[in-house]
């Protein structure tokens, strides 16, 4: 039923159907480009568009990204990977006024004004972004191979120069933003950079600040850690773990952490969640060749923990990974000599309650 309402709803009623990301939300990494979903998902044209460091959010790339959304053509677009819904201005507004839009969006929030522009066709956007990405710092303090081949607890100078343009970005735009995520690329609960912004995320600073979504490998979350960085951590409302493995050996294999640290504080989670101090509690595993048989086990964990979702995965390839060879470990594509137990593992457990596997 849910489906048929969103197909309904995507028909180009009112005119063409645009990307919400494009006019709603910014990835703030100091990286210099405008990226309002996953960079992935962007065309290389996209990233020849001229860049103004000072302006992202009304800058050359996102003024022509929204064209070619109002053109109908979503020339920047890889729309064979994107996975986000589109819908016509008119039916976003609708959506917005009827209090609906945020069930369709969760990863993002709306302002009134830009939405009203949307419907005129206008590009450059009158209010600030009001849902930020956070992420450009890559310290953490475990080293999983399918990220990184070394630990990075320290920054380089240019690490720390991008780190600094990241940051006028975010007091450019603090003032409008009501939904940040952190991080994706670091551990938000060990870097300095995302450690000082969470002591920052102060009413006063970000007044319409209401939700912070947490992404983070769970090992340094705990009540003394949550305690230690308030206030920003007041406004975590949803959890998102990366974990990998459903058992202590293939965790320690996949992502070289102490296990039982990290159960003491997912029960520790779960206890939030149970009495409703977040809204959100979900775990994710990225599948490859050596944690496959630990599915099962971690489709279980989840069913103990109560998690909201159990997230599956692709593993996708990145530089500088400590994965020695990628093709080896990515037993979803179809030529993968293991393949085929892929698929038995994932229609075993794929149908399951609050189990999603995007692999
Ligand atoms: S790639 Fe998808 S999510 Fe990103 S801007 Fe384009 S339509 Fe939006």
Known sequence: MKKLILSILCLPLFGKRVCPLAFSKIEISGKGDFIPCCGDWLTSDYFKIEKSDDNLWNGEQ????????YAGNLSYCKTDICQTTLLSP???SLLYFL??????????SFNSKNLWKMNFKKTLMPAPPSMAVLQGDFRCNIACPSCRSTLITTNKPEDEERLARAQHLLDQNARGLSKIQLAGDGEAFFTKWHREQFKNFTKENFPKLKEIILYTNGLLVNEKSFNDLRPGTDFVK???ISIDAGDSETYKLVRGGDFNLLLKNLYWMKSLRESGRIHTFRICFV??????????????LGRKLGVDQTIFRP????DNMGVVSYKEQAVHLSDHPRHGEFLEIKNQVKSLPRVVFEA
């Open 62 to 69: 996102a003024v022509k990204l929204r064209a070619s959304m």
């Open 90 to 92: 008119f039916i976003l």
């Open 99 to 108: 209090g609906l839009l945020r069930y369709i969006f969760p990863q993002t």
């Open 238 to 240: 949803n959890i998102i």
């Open 287 to 300: 599948v490859r060749f050596e944690n496959l048989h630990s599915v099962i086990s971690f489709v279980e």
């Open 315 to 318: 593993f996708n390839s990145w």
